[in-house]
């Protein structure tokens, strides 16, 4: 959830190109080389993408099954592409890709980075502000389990039937639901738990940001944006040691016995009552 054609194309090869991106040969006056060649780019790096889930999503999910002790049930469709409407309904966050639950699909962003760049130390890097296709698709298949494991169980799409059975905290489906997909990414790329327990809020209104990027006051009248550092990191703080010993059936419990409005801001309670529930079985 992925370098350029030469400047010079011969016309038909050029032409079919510029159909297949939307753009007929009488519009080529209205666009620039250098737009051309960004569409040609994009055109190229999504073709790359789709190459690389094609030829790698089995193995990367078998991968998975094996270290994970789990099953998946089917694969997901995989998609080159994030809608506006979904980066906007997310401020603040730089999505490098989307589950859709409905569609069980998962998107990523066009110019996702395939592999990591060495550093001059020999380390993989990544460059700033991109993503790695693998560890973004390992993420984004945990997102997938989860669904179809709630769909498996006869409790229709995951998070959908939390929403619609009863009040449930948004914060606290976010930080299950990440959280969970986290324990997928790390794992499976060596990833380590950088989260303190004393990070953890206290209060309900913590959970969301009061300064924006730039150090700014938000104006608490604005919509609230969340503090998507305690969806991710302290997600996965949250339900790592409940997953490490519990495997599939840590992932169950969280999945329908998200923290309440009162458990959200008691970490170690909430931990300490699911690992009881779970030694009780």
Not at 6 to 25: C, H, N, P, R
Not at 225 to 253: C, M
Not at 256 to 275: C, D, R, S
Request: aromatic share 12%.
């Amino acid at each position: 959830m992925q370098e350029i054609h030469e400047d010079t194309i011969a016309m038909k090869q050029f032409s079919k190109i510029l159909f297949s991106v939307g753009i007929g040969i009488s519009s080529l006056s209205y666009y620039s080389v250098t737009a051309l060649q960004e569409q040609l780019q994009q055109q190229e790096s999504s073709y790359q993408i789709q190459n690389y889930v094609n030829t790698n999503l089995d193995k990367i999910i078998q991968d998975q099954e094996k270290k994970l002790n789990i099953v998946y049930q089917g694969r997901p469709i995989v998609e080159v592409g994030i809608s506006e409407e979904t980066k906007n309904a997310f401020p603040s966050l730089s999505i490098c890709g989307y589950y859709d639950s409905e569609e069980n699909s998962i998107y990523f962003k066009k110019d996702i980075t395939i592999n990591p760049l060495p550093d001059k130390d020999g380390l993989e890097i990544s460059p700033e502000n991109s993503c790695t296709i693998k560890e973004v698709l390992d993420h984004e298949l945990g997102h997938f389990y989860v669904d179809m494991l709630s769909e498996q169980l006869k409790h229709g799409s995951w998070p959908q039937t939390l929403r619609e059975n009863g009040k449930v905290d948004e914060n606290a489906i976010h930080i299950i639901g990440e959280g969970i997909a986290e324990y997928f990414g790390r794992t499976m790329n060596g990833h380590y738990d950088n989260f303190k327990d004393e990070e953890w809020p206290t209060k309900l209104e913590d959970f969301y940001m009061l300064y924006d990027q730039n150090g700014k006051k938000i104006d608490l009248e604005d919509p609230p944006i969340p503090n998507y550092r305690l969806w991710y990191q302290g997600g996965y703080h949250l339900v790592k040691p409940i997953i490490d010993e519990f495997s599939v059936n840590g992932i169950h419990y969280l999945m329908f016995h998200p923290p309440t409005e009162e458990e959200l801001i008691n970490l170690k309670e909430y931990q300490q009552k699911v690992i009881r529930q779970l030694r009780k079985k």
